[in-house]
């Protein structure tokens, strides 16, 4: 089993940034891919960045050349930085790690606030 700890959420000001982390442990040579979603009041679950075990990257439209998700070797950490943040991107923000032949695993999550 593989168990998921997000860090480095909090509040930031519009034009902030902030430096999400999250750390993996348990079998995580299993793991694919890891990434980051968001979930604001009021709405769905969103993927925001991916990045697989390779380091091929993807990203939602929104966050394009502002996030950039990273990982080490290990897939041990995976990490998002978020650049010139906006009142739209708050929300949870949710690590996954994603498994080939079974369900993924979930993170608990951890609150991002941009408000001035």
């Known amino acids: 089993q593989v168990q998921l700890v997000e860090s480095g959420g909090g509040l930031v000001q519009p034009g902030g940034s902030l430096r999400l982390s999250c750390a993996a442990s348990?079998?995580?040579?299993?793991?694919?891919?890891l990434g980051w979603h968001r979930q604001a009041p009021g709405k769905q679950r969103e993927l925001v960045a991916g990045?697989?075990?390779?380091?091929?990257?993807s990203y939602a439209t929104s966050v394009k050349g502002r996030f950039t998700i990273s990982k080490d070797d290990a897939m041990n950490m995976v990490y998002l930085q978020m650049n010139s943040l906006e009142p739209e991107d708050s929300g949870v923000y949710y690590c996954?790690?994603?498994?080939?032949?079974?369900?993924?695993?979930w993170g608990q999550g951890t609150q991002v606030t941009v408000s001035s």
């Open positions: 996954n790690a994603a498994f080939f032949g079974r369900s993924s695993v």
């Open positions: 348990g079998s995580i040579s299993d793991i694919i891919s």
């Open positions: 990045i697989s075990r390779g380091g091929s990257t």
